[in-house]
């Protein structure tokens, strides 16, 4: 029995050795070559919309840097959006608005024909809605108030939008187009578009992506009843509050039950009371940081400011020593505010640039106005005479919100000529000469994602034209550069225009 | 014995299942009061105070009566009385119709009872009870409905919607102689059902009649000092 098991042992013994026998090593082996897949612009692109995607990625492979267009012996490719396959071959080319969801996720699976070795590599697309950024021009035709938009890069015009949308005319009264950001929606949400109409019918609100229309104001009056004998003649938005003004000069303040809401709350259907039998002529919005509107009694010859606590103060200057003789007083004008720029700095603190004129003289005065919750002062800078000879009674103006220096304004015979005020050199200069008066001037001062990309002006002239003029500091130096694009928009007499500045944080930058 | 009582209870038994006759439907009319057309529970009694119409010095409270019954083309006459036993009020402080009928092709109708203001009315409650009374055309409907209670006064008290929230963001401490004067700015007297928003939208006419006012030499005070808005209302 012993040996029974020793024999087993040793046989067993004898197997293990053998299967430890070692291989010869005589296999054949093929390098498995891997690749890396880069997409130019990293892994996050934002196409406008209207765009075509046109990507062919890098790839590294065998220590080459090669493009996949180039390498369709090697590779075979398919494109996939949301795991959805859109497409095979090396190069995507593929148009922006016929991706799937919200932020499509582009990924390409790559196959290496030879030892079909597999790769993956994806892309996120956050696309720029169409009607995201770019200029928009209110005009009158024709009895008609006609709106456009205009793309900041091709310069294409979509003319007469809201007629298209909406199937409804705005009627011949439309004074004024702005953007309207809701405080409370986040940073990352696209501005609203605002349509001011001094009309019964009340104001307009268009949905910042697409256009369409989402609001009347109207229906934000208590009751769902207007005041007595309204029109409005403005209406200004400070994060929580709003504030209407009617062309009886007239305000109505209301306060926002939910600022993530472009509207919310409702105002009052009477006017709001304001000492003194004080009506406003006219109101200018603050920056959107400011939380601030300058209004204007011109009667009375008072300035004073709505505030975003939705209280109505008037402005009067810090005490201390006297305001330079010949000054025109901001609470007890000898002279008419005919334009307010405001520039942004600051929540609760913000200064403009007042332009006064006598009729025949501007001048321009800046001041910095302080909210101090239940009163208004005013820091007093200076103020000096200018546009003598060139400025008069048709002028517009445009300060730069982000460059305190600049001021353009319009003027000259026939006020066809553009004109840039410098600030600090108290110089005016002429900037472009056209063939038609200038009714409005607007300025894109533009950062996306903290990159200054164009700064331009928009002009519109009675005859229907637009220009956009660069204003960045080669072309303010070289009149020859001065011309990016001539728009024929032939769609009648400009009344107001704006540049769409898109998500919230472009503004606040 | 036994079986002349069995037919004896048995003939009682079948005279008493004699048939009744019926009335048919529309035969006889009905009269009661309702609080509206389509009420069918027991009438509640009205309050109506001149404080919250101001400038009034009369007005007209609807008094509803309903019909069951059949409609017809002619009015008909209507028995409705002031019960003088519950009621405070002199003759002088209302006026009913002279006639008070239900007009032809009405099943609901109203009869206007009309109020006075007087300066007794502002220190107390006074009160009228109609009672309908059944006549050759009409019978009386359920007995929940047959009179109603309308008490009247020029007095003012703090409503349930003046809550404490109320006073801390819009309208600070309540009084009778505010409430009168936010009445008289406003054109409302109740916000129950209002959103804060519009609560506040209302505030806000307040707190600018009161300004307006005073900038006009108005003096507005109560036992609280001046009459004024929460100092939080923005």
Same mark, same amino acid.
């Given at each position: 029995?012993?040996?029974?098991?020793?024999?087993?042992?040793?046989?067993?013994?004898?197997?293990?050795?053998?299967?430890?026998?070692?291989?010869?090593?005589?296999?054949?082996?093929?390098?498995?070559?891997?690749?890396?897949?880069?997409?130019?612009?990293?892994?996050?692109?934002?196409?406008?919309?209207?765009?075509?995607?046109?990507?062919?990625?890098?790839?590294?492979?065998?220590?080459?840097?090669?493009?996949?267009?180039?390498?369709?012996?090697?590779?075979?490719?398919?494109?996939?959006?949301?795991?959805?396959?859109?497409?095979?071959?090396?190069?995507?080319?593929?148009?922006?608005?016929?991706?799937?969801?919200?932020?499509?996720?582009?990924?390409?699976?790559?196959?290496?024909?030879?030892?079909?070795?597999?790769?993956?590599?994806?892309?996120?697309?956050?696309?720029?809605?169409?009607?995201?950024?770019?200029?928009?021009?209110?005009?009158?035709?024709?009895?008609?108030?006609?709106?456009?938009?205009?793309?900041?890069?091709?310069?294409?015009?979509?003319?007469?939008?809201?007629?298209?949308?909406?199937?409804?005319?705005?009627?011949?009264?439309?004074?004024?187009?702005?953007?309207?950001?809701?405080?409370?929606?986040?940073?990352?949400?696209?501005?609203?578009?605002?349509?001011?109409?001094?009309?019964?019918?009340?104001?307009?609100?268009?949905?910042?992506?697409?256009?369409?229309?989402?609001?009347?104001?109207?229906?934000?009056?208590?009751?769902?009843?207007?005041?007595?004998?309204?029109?409005?003649?403005?209406?200004?938005?400070?994060?929580?509050?709003?504030?209407?003004?009617?062309?009886?000069?007239?305000?109505?303040?209301?306060?926002?039950?939910?600022?993530?809401?472009?509207?919310?709350?409702?105002?009052?259907?009477?006017?709001?009371?304001?000492?003194?039998?004080?009506?406003? %002529?006219?109101?200018?919005?603050?920056?959107?940081? @400011? =939380?601030?509107?300058? +209004? !204007?009694?011109?009667?009375? &010859?008072?300035?004073?400011?709505?505030?975003?606590?939705?209280?109505?103060?008037?402005?009067?200057?810090?005490?201390?020593?006297?305001?330079?003789?010949?000054?025109?007083?901001?609470?007890?004008?000898?002279?008419?505010?005919?334009?307010?720029?405001?520039?942004?700095?600051?929540?609760?603190?913000?200064?403009?640039?007042?332009?006064?004129?006598?009729?025949?003289?501007?001048?321009?005065?800046?001041?910095?106005?302080?909210?101090?919750?239940?009163?208004?002062?005013?820091?007093?800078?200076?103020?000096?005479?200018?546009?003598?000879?060139?400025?008069?009674?048709?002028?517009?103006?445009?300060?730069?919100?982000?460059? %305190?220096?600049?001021?353009?304004?319009?003027?000259? @015979? =026939?006020?066809?000529? +553009? !004109?840039?005020?410098?600030? &600090?050199?108290?110089?005016?200069?002429?900037?472009?000469?056209?063939?038609?008066?200038?009714?409005?001037?607007?300025?894109?001062?533009?950062?996306?994602?903290?990159?200054?990309?164009?700064?331009?002006?928009?002009?519109?002239?009675?005859?229907?034209?637009?220009?956009?003029?660069?204003?960045?500091?080669?072309?303010?130096?070289?009149?020859?550069?001065?011309?990016?694009?001539?728009?024929?928009?032939?769609?009648?007499?400009?009344?107001?225009?704006?540049?769409?500045?898109?998500?919230?944080?472009?503004?606040?930058? | 014995?036994?079986?002349?009582?069995?037919?004896?209870?048995?003939?009682?038994?079948?005279?008493?299942?004699?048939?009744?006759?019926?009335?048919?439907?529309?035969?006889?009319?009905?009269?009661?009061?309702?609080?509206?057309?389509?009420?069918?529970?027991?009438?509640?009694?009205?309050?109506?105070?001149?404080?919250?119409?101001?400038?009034?010095?009369?007005?007209?409270?609807?008094?509803?009566?309903?019909?069951?019954?059949?409609?017809?083309?002619?009015?008909?006459?209507?028995?409705?009385?002031?019960?003088?036993?519950?009621?405070?009020?002199?003759?002088?402080?209302?006026?009913?119709?002279?006639?008070?009928?239900?007009?032809?092709?009405?099943?609901?109708?109203?009869?206007?009872?009309?109020?006075?203001?007087?300066?007794?009315?502002?220190?107390?409650?006074?009160?009228?009870?109609?009672?309908?009374?059944?006549?050759?055309?009409?019978?009386?409907?359920?007995?929940?409905?047959?009179?109603?209670?309308?008490?009247?006064?020029?007095?003012?008290?703090?409503?349930?919607?003046?809550?404490?929230?109320?006073?801390?963001?819009?309208?600070?401490?309540?009084?009778?102689?505010?409430?009168?004067?936010?009445?008289?700015?406003?054109?409302?007297?109740?916000?129950?059902?209002?959103?804060?928003?519009?609560?506040?939208?209302?505030?806000?006419?307040?707190?600018?009649?009161?300004?307006?006012?005073?900038?006009?030499?108005?003096?507005?005070?109560?036992?609280?000092?001046?009459?004024?808005?929460?100092?939080?209302?923005?």
């Amino acid at each position: 029995m012993k040996k029974i098991s020793l024999y087993s042992l040793i046989s067993l013994l004898f197997l293990l050795a053998t299967s430890c026998y070692k291989g010869k090593g005589n296999y054949s082996y093929d390098e498995l070559n891997k690749v890396t897949i880069l997409f130019k612009d990293g892994a996050f692109i934002s196409p406008r919309v209207s765009d075509t995607l046109n990507i062919d990625p890098k790839l590294i492979y065998k220590g080459d840097t090669i493009l996949a267009s180039t390498a369709t012996e090697t590779f075979s490719f398919t494109w996939y959006c949301n795991d959805k396959q859109i497409a095979t071959g090396p190069i995507l080319h593929y148009a922006v608005r016929d991706l799937t969801g919200i932020r499509p996720y582009l990924k390409l699976k790559l196959v290496n024909k030879k030892d079909e070795s597999v790769f993956l590599a994806g892309i996120t697309v956050d696309a720029i809605p169409a009607y995201l950024t770019g200029w928009v021009v209110l005009t009158k035709k024709d009895n008609r108030s006609i709106i456009s938009f205009i793309d900041p890069l091709t310069y294409e015009v979509t003319a007469d939008f809201y007629t298209t949308m909406s199937g409804e005319e705005l009627g011949p009264h439309a004074i004024e187009v702005k953007e309207h950001w809701m405080a409370g929606a986040g940073l990352s949400n696209p501005g609203n578009l605002l349509i001011v109409r001094n009309d019964a019918a009340g104001n307009l609100e268009l949905d910042g992506n697409d256009l369409k229309p989402i609001y009347k104001t109207n229906n934000f009056f208590l009751g769902n009843a207007t005041p007595d004998d309204f029109r409005p003649a403005g209406e200004f938005y400070m994060w929580d509050y709003s504030m209407m003004l009617d062309d009886n000069g007239n305000i109505y303040t209301r306060k926002h039950v939910n600022n993530a809401f472009s509207q919310s709350g409702v105002y009052p259907n009477k006017p709001m009371f304001i000492p003194g039998g004080v009506k406003f %002529d006219r109101g200018w919005a603050g920056t959107y940081l @400011s =939380g601030q509107t300058v +209004l !204007y009694d011109k009667t009375k &010859g008072k300035l004073f400011l709505g505030s975003d606590r939705g209280l109505v103060l008037p402005v009067s200057y810090m005490p201390g020593p006297p305001i330079p003789p010949g000054t025109t007083l901001i609470d007890a004008m000898d002279k008419e505010l005919v334009y307010v720029g405001a520039l942004k700095q600051g929540r609760f603190t913000s200064s403009y640039y007042l332009v006064f004129s006598n009729g025949t003289n501007h001048f321009v005065q800046k001041i910095m106005a302080i909210d101090q919750f239940y009163t208004v002062q005013a820091v007093f800078f200076y103020e000096t005479g200018f546009g003598s000879g060139t400025a008069n009674a048709q002028s517009i103006f445009c300060q730069l919100p982000r460059i %305190d220096n600049y001021m353009f304004y319009s003027g000259g @015979s =026939g006020n066809k000529t +553009l !004109y840039l005020y410098e600030h &600090g050199a108290a110089r005016s200069s002429e900037y472009y000469s056209f063939d038609s008066p200038v009714k409005t001037i607007s300025v894109n001062q533009n950062m996306v994602m903290g990159v200054q990309t164009h700064d331009q002006l928009m002009v519109g002239l009675e005859n229907g034209d637009v220009y956009i003029l660069g204003v960045l500091s080669d072309e303010m130096a070289d009149p020859a550069k001065r011309l990016k694009k001539k728009i024929v928009l032939d769609k009648g007499v400009p009344v107001s225009s704006m540049y769409k500045m898109g998500f919230g944080f472009n503004q606040m930058m | 014995m036994k079986p002349l009582y069995i037919i004896a209870i048995l003939s009682c038994w079948l005279t008493a299942c004699s048939k009744d006759a019926i009335d048919q439907y529309g035969d006889r009319s009905f009269i009661y009061l309702v609080n509206a057309g389509t009420d069918t529970s027991a009438v509640k009694p009205i309050e109506y105070s001149f404080a919250f119409h101001p400038g009034e010095e009369k007005d007209t409270i609807p008094v509803l009566v309903k019909l069951i019954g059949k409609l017809t083309d002619q009015d008909r006459a209507i028995s409705l009385v002031v019960d003088a036993s519950a009621t405070t009020a002199l003759a002088s402080d209302y006026q009913l119709p002279a006639t008070i009928r239900l007009r032809g092709h009405k099943a609901v109708d109203t009869i206007d009872l009309i109020l006075h203001k007087s300066d007794r009315l502002k220190t107390g409650k006074l009160k009228i009870r109609l009672a309908l009374q059944a006549n050759d055309i009409f019978q009386l409907g359920p007995p929940a409905n047959r009179y109603i209670d309308i008490t009247f006064s020029d007095m003012i008290a703090r409503p349930g919607w003046w809550t404490s929230v109320v006073e801390t963001n819009f309208l600070a401490k309540y009084s009778d102689a505010k409430y009168r004067l936010f009445i008289e700015a406003t054109g409302i007297a109740d916000m129950t059902d209002l959103s804060e928003s519009e609560q506040r939208a209302y505030a806000i006419i307040f707190r600018d009649f009161l300004a307006r006012g005073r900038e006009n030499g108005e003096v507005y005070e109560d036992e609280n000092g001046q009459i004024n808005v929460s100092p939080n209302l923005f």
